[in-house]
């Protein structure tokens, strides 16, 4: 009898503790939230014209956020520093995200966080779409802050000219 009682009071104990901690999904969907807060705030995407924009902090380090779709609820963005990855040649990091206006969200759709990163990081891979997409999310609200730190803000973009090559350096 006591262990049906020990039973029944420890399960009675986690939900406790799961109601107050967010799931998995939860967690998601309020790192979609702080993502779009730390977007919004750094650089208003939501009221740039479609383009491409340059960010110069004076650390070597440009970023460029790039306004690639406009629709009446979404906005598909690009960001990236102005480096390419020695072994892709792609930028890194670089990250590709979707900004619901009207959820107040903002989902990074893919990540490169660029080789080297990947060493400090591991790789994005994940089992399962929830983790990899958790993983994802994780990389850019980091970054977001990260960049927010350096002094990148609506005061240090600018309009990249459209026939500007872009001045990337290799890492």
Request: hydrophobic share 35%; proline share 6%; net charge neutral.
């Amino acid at each position: 009898m006591s262990t049906t009682f020990a039973r029944k009071h420890s399960s009675r104990r986690a939900s406790s503790a799961d109601a107050l901690l967010p799931g998995r999904f939860g967690w998601l969907m309020g790192l979609y939230a702080e993502n779009h807060q730390r977007l919004v705030r750094m650089f208003s995407p939501q009221r740039l014209p479609a383009g491409e924009y340059v960010s110069s902090v004076g650390d070597g380090l440009d970023l460029r956020l790039v306004i690639q779709e406009r629709h009446p609820y979404t906005i598909e963005i690009g960001l990236s520093y102005e480096l390419l990855d020695a072994s892709t040649g792609q930028p890194a990091p670089s990250a590709q995200l979707r900004m619901y206006l009207d959820a107040h969200a903002t989902e990074a759709l893919h990540c490169q966080p660029g080789r080297e990163l990947w060493q400090v990081l591991e790789p994005l891979h994940a089992k399962g779409v929830l983790t990899h997409r958790l993983r994802m999310n994780s990389f850019l609200n980091r970054w977001l802050e990260y960049l927010g730190e350096q002094g990148h803000s609506i005061g240090t973009l600018k309009r990249a000219e459209p026939n500007e090559p872009r001045a990337i350096a290799e890492i």
